[in-house]
């Protein structure tokens, strides 16, 4: 008898198979410490984290908003950073009894209160990832209400946590002058010890510290997915040690850095096929720049997407009726057609016919682009990011030059809803371009079909229907991105940033890319743009190790979530996995390839233990907070609370 290794691992879980033990598919997030655990090793240091345990007399409270609040709280015993390595606390004020002691209080934690829907015994935190680049997230150092109302109206507990970047750095506040270590995996790292932290101190704070909840867009989003998926994963031991996280409490019971939900908005991630999934889904139908007749990179793009329709046909992702997902090769050796493609399609019919039966026209089109989201905690970001972006950047092009956004039908675009769906009126960095005005559906759709007929609206069933992904591609969400884009060939992309070491800033890490370059070398070198540095270029990146000996294949692959998810990985059944997930996606996303959600939502809702996930792609929304109606903010604290009611 044949099994699959998800199968193989399922059937392990419940003992049917001998001897893999330790090779359990996800399991409930786990909770605080409870009566029938192992009993703690008795030589372990119980006095080995009172460093790190909460002061509660130091809160500190705004009394105009009812909030408590303590900042700048060091969550590891030896932080790489001390400008990055700790974090802040937000206390709905009902939570606690609080006596003054001066400008400080001592808090209890008032066992009465209720807040929302929640009681201070079950009040879920929430941690946002604050950036869609995977810059450093500096820990806050100053108070300022705006932006929590939600959260503290809603009664969660509002933890922002610095961490660590895509790069290595030094660290001003320490004044040593040492670079530190930055890159993969430390974001992920750092925000594990501060999920640790939470969970060592959860006696004195009015929350249950097993509804843990994290949230991120682009590649934030994708690190709120590895933390959802990498419960606990055995990987990240040596990191966390190096930094001294937290590893079990004042009873010795093990602490876990596992949590309950992942949020995640156009999750950029899953390095290892990232370039080759942009490829398949966009790279290969697009005919200019780096991908022009004769240039060695348009070879690449089609050799890299032809290894994505190959990856897929091994991965075991499967529909709802548990049918293995494919694609078939064409005589051309493309991969266009076939289950997995047809797969995608259904999820565009059907955001397009969301959009279509739930707009109301005249319908205003305005194209936007979210570089980071600014979500609150930190009153300092919005300030950091305008000096950083006017001292290194040139005036956007993207938006007219007089800022007013015209339509084109000479009219001023209203673009009020936009930025409702999208959380822009609470965010920096969203690029606009001109606004488009649709009278009617049918004129929409006539507009989208105007070369050519790709896309069928029924007026009388209010239905939409795409004839293949090519053509959606084409038309609507084009490659936008150079040829190879995480990981380019002059190694310039942010992706590569993440994957350098030290000094080495930027490094090659795809070893698809690497592995094309060595087996098709005659082609690539025959071509006029060919430089000969690229022979060796990545084959040299992909040895090198990082400052705990841990080599390249091991950083992409603590950087994935289908790392943990998909039965194809060896980490596959390796860790807790969330139960809760969020994932929202726009359509017309260039940024990210089509691929990169559909593959998460389809892995987890094969995996065992995982109680639901939202997967909810948006028609009319590119590289933003996208959400189909309402603030992105309020859908995540109604998402939330849903949770924590099952």
């Known amino acids: 008898m044949g099994w699959t290794r998800r199968e193989f691992l399922a059937l392990a879980s419940v003992g049917a198979v001998a001897g893999i033990t330790g090779c359990t598919p996800s399991r409930e997030t786990p909770q605080t410490p409870a009566e029938d655990q192992v009993e703690p090793d008795p030589s372990v240091d119980l006095a080995e984290f009172e460093s790190l345990a909460l002061d509660t007399s130091a809160w500190r409270y705004d009394e105009k908003n009812d909030v408590y609040y303590q900042l700048g709280l060091t969550y590891c015993k030896s932080p790489a ?35 929302g829907a929640f009681t201070a015994a079950t009040a879920p935190v929430l941690m946002p990832v604050n950036t869609g680049t995977l810059a450093a997230q500096a820990s806050p150092t100053t108070y300022d209400y705006e932006g ?51 969970r060592y101190n959860a006696s004195v704070l009015p929350c249950d510290a097993s509804r843990v909840f994290v949230f991120g867009f682009a590649a934030g989003g994708g690190v709120s997915a590895v933390m959802g998926a990498s419960g606990d994963a055995t990987l990240f031991d040596p990191y966390l040690s190096s930094i001294g996280a937290i590893t079990h409490d004042a009873q010795g019971v093990t602490v ?50 032809a290894s994505y329709g190959a990856w897929v046909n091994e991965m075991d992702l499967r529909d709802s ?21 047809s797969e995608l399609l259904s999820n565009i019919d059907e955001a397009a016919t969301y959009f279509v039966q739930n707009t109301a026209f005249p319908y205003t089109y305005t194209p936007q682009r979210l570089e980071d989201p600014t979500f ?9 990011r305008e000096a950083d972006a006017a001292a290194s950047a040139p005036t956007s092009d993207a938006a007219p030059a007089d800022g007013t956004g015209e339509g084109e039908a000479g009219e001023p675009a209203t673009d009020a809803a936009a930025e409702d769906a999208a959380g822009a009126s609470t965010l920096a960095g969203v690029a606009q371009v001109q606004s488009t005005i649709y009278e009617s559906a049918q004129s929409y759709f006539a507009a989208l079909n105007a070369d050519n007929w790709w896309i069928n609206y029924s007026h009388s069933s209010a239905s939409v229907s795409v004839s293949s992904v090519r053509d959606f591609v084409l038309h609507l969400r ?15 992309s942010k992706t590569n940033q993440l994957f350098g070491i030290g000094e080495e800033s930027t490094l090659h890490f795809d070893a698809v890319a690497a592995g094309l370059v060595e087996k ?69 996303d260039t ?35 996208a959400e189909r109606s309402g603030s992105a903010t309020t859908n995540l604290i109604a998402w939330v609370t849903s949770c924590c009611d099952q």
């Open 256 to 305: 876990s850095d596992a949590i309950a939900g992942s949020a995640s908005w156009c999750p950029v991630t899953s390095f290892d096929m990232a370039d080759a999934a942009y490829e398949w889904s966009q790279g290969q139908y697009a005919a200019e720049g780096t991908r022009a007749e004769g240039t060695w990179t348009r070879l690449l793009s089609q050799d890299l997407a």
């Open 321 to 341: 009726d548990d049918a293995q997902l494919t694609l078939d090769e064409t005589e051309t050796g493309t991969y266009a057609m076939g289950t997995y493609a």
């Open 591 to 625: 940024d990210a390839a089509l691929v990169t959600a559909p593959n998460i939502v389809l892995a987890l809702r094969k995996y065992d233990g995982v109680a639901d996930v939202a997967h909810t792609p948006v028609w009319g929304q590119g590289h933003v907070l």
């Open 478 to 492: 084009p490659a936008d991105l150079d040829a190879s884009p995480y990981d380019l060939p002059d190694r310039s």
């Open 148 to 198: 929590l109302a939600p959260y503290m109206e809603a009664g969660c507990i509002y933890v922002y946590a610095g961490f660590r970047g895509r790069s290595a750095g030094y660290d001003s506040a320490s004044g040593t002058g040492e670079l530190y270590p930055g890159g993969s995996p430390w974001p992920v790292v750092d925000l594990k010890a501060a999920v640790r932290y939470l």
């Open 520 to 588: 098709n070398l005659d082609a690539y070198s025959a071509c006029e743009d060919w430089d000969d540095e690229f022979e060796l270029a990545w084959q040299g990146d992909l040895e090198k190790v990082d400052s705990l000996e841990t080599d390249m294949a091991t950083r992409v692959a603590m950087m994935n979530p289908l790392y943990w998810l998909s039965g194809h990985y060896e980490g596959y059944g390796q860790a807790s996995v969330a139960p809760h997930w969020r994932i929202n996606e726009g359509l017309f």
């Open 376 to 384: 609150p905690g930190d009153p300092n970001l919005a300030a950091t």
């Open 81 to 115: 950073t001390a400008a990055y390595e700790s974090l802040a606390i937000f206390v709905p004020g009902a939570y606690f009894t609080a006596e003054a002691n001066g400008s400080t209080y001592s808090c209890t934690v008032n066992e009465k209160a209720v807040v």
